[in-house]
């Protein structure tokens, strides 16, 4: 990410709100079969709608929870043109190991200095790292949903991303 990039996001103290433009960025990556790559948002949205997935650490039980279950929905998502991306600060290489043991069907994008996470106000100030929340953004570019405290262990969580999606 170059530093025009990183200063073009600006923190945010609260999290997002539906009718809001969504920050755009380009962060390194880890796909499923663990090839790093740098992941452009517009890029994405150019092809559809995209369900950013905040999470705290790669390999906590809670977090590989709340990436398995949008994994399991993978198929579902993506044919109702959703794009699946986990964000969080952990480096490439932590993304690597994770995705070596759990090879989620989506991208885990790494904001190591938290810029992304915190134009988003998705930022833990007391843990010092992301909060688990979903984001829905649209086509174009218009945020359609925030979850901004996600509980992968209850099922309202998951019902309300899914009919934001129009999928429940």
């Known amino acids: 990410m170059t530093d025009a990039a990183v200063q073009s996001l600006s923190p945010r103290p609260e999290p997002m709100r539906a009718g ?15 090839e790093r790559f ?20 790669d390999g906590m039980p809670v977090c590989t ?4 279950a949008f994994a399991q929905e993978h198929d579902l998502l993506a044919e109702a043109g959703v794009q699946v991306v986990a964000i969080n600060t952990n480096g490439l290489g932590s993304h690597a190991k994770f995705q070596e043991r759990d090879r989620f069907p989506f991208p885990l994008v790494s904001d190591f200095h938290g810029e992304a996470v915190k134009a988003y106000g998705m930022w833990d100030s007391d843990e010092r790292k992301s909060r ?3 984001v829905v953004i649209g086509q174009d570019g218009v945020v359609s949903y925030v979850l901004s405290h996600f509980n ?3 099922v309202n969580s998951f019902a309300g991303v899914f009919e934001a999606l129009g999928l429940a």
């Open 152 to 154: 992968p262990g209850a």
């Open 38 to 57: 740098d992941l452009s948002l517009a890029e994405y949205l150019a092809r559809g709608r995209v369900l950013l997935v905040f999470y705290q650490d």
């Open 65 to 68: 929870r709340e990436l398995g």
């Open 132 to 134: 688990r929340g979903v």
């Open 20 to 34: 809001e433009a969504a920050p755009l960025f380009t962060l390194p990556a880890v796909a499923t079969d663990g």
